[in-house]
């Protein structure tokens, strides 16, 4: 059984910076596309960002570019959502997602293509 476990998540001032980390265990993490998708309320799920089993590729929201960064590291079963300059539209439940990716695919950013999920952390941030 695979299970994703969120932490990091608070409350933080706009401009400010928190770091989410996703626990992996009881499958292969080094084969996971990773992705990292939040949910506000009243609001549909949406793509944050993902990035391949390898970690040499990403891609990110256009909402969150040059502010959002997701890293991983494979030896410690764990991915990384490092969040900068933060805004009160950034405030929602923010989710991890593990999937195998089909050949030649690295990565998505559709929560369908998604097998595993985290239970979300809060992300609140005040204006």
Request: hydrophobic residues 35%; glycine residues 16%; contains cysteine.
């Given at each position: 059984q695979v299970q994703l476990v969120e932490s990091g998540g608070?409350?933080?001032?706009?401009?400010g910076s928190l770091r989410l980390s996703c626990a992996v265990s009881g499958g292969t993490f080094s084969r996971y596309t990773m992705g990292w998708f939040r949910q506000a309320p009243g609001k549909e799920r949406e793509f944050v960002t993902t990035?391949?089993?390898?970690?040499?590729r990403t891609s990110s929201a256009d909402s969150v570019k040059g502010r959002f960064?997701?890293?991983?590291d494979?030896?410690?079963?764990?991915v990384y959502l490092q969040m900068n300059s933060l805004k009160p539209e950034d405030t929602a439940v923010y989710y991890?997602?593990?999937t195998l990716m089909p050949?030649?695919?690295y990565t998505s950013a559709r929560p369908s293509d998604y097998a595993f999920?985290?239970?979300g952390t809060?992300?609140?941030v005040s204006s």
């Open positions: 608070g409350l933080v001032q706009a401009g990035i391949s089993w390898s970690g040499s960064t997701i890293s991983r494979n030896a410690k079963n764990t991890c997602a593990a050949p030649g695919y999920w985290g239970q809060q992300v609140t």
